[in-house]
């Protein structure tokens, strides 16, 4: 995720990128599938290394808009309900 301040003089301008790691655990025996148009590879629909991308400011609270889509999931059993 890529960071940029926005200072008085542009010529000091600072960047930087941080990882955000998200661990789904399963408490069952299949694990979440994540899906979104255009990730590859697929198999049987389901995106084999999801990623996604955000942007957040300085003192930014609530949620990050990402990018390619919203991330979903939805359980790998046969309950199919949606991962909060």
Do not use: W
Not at 6 to 19: E, F, R
Not at 39 to 64: D, H, K, R, S
């Amino acid at each position: 995720m890529p960071l940029q301040d926005n200072p008085v003089d542009s010529t000091k301008q600072l960047t930087a990128t941080a990882t955000v790691r998200v661990t789904v655990t399963d408490s069952d025996d299949l694990p979440p599938r994540f899906t979104y148009t255009g990730c590859t590879p697929v198999v049987e629909g389901v995106c084999l290394n999801p990623q996604y991308t955000g942007v957040a400011t300085v003192g930014q609270t609530g949620e990050i808009a990402v990018q390619p889509a919203t991330i979903r999931a939805v359980d790998g059993d046969t309950l199919g309900y949606d991962v909060r």
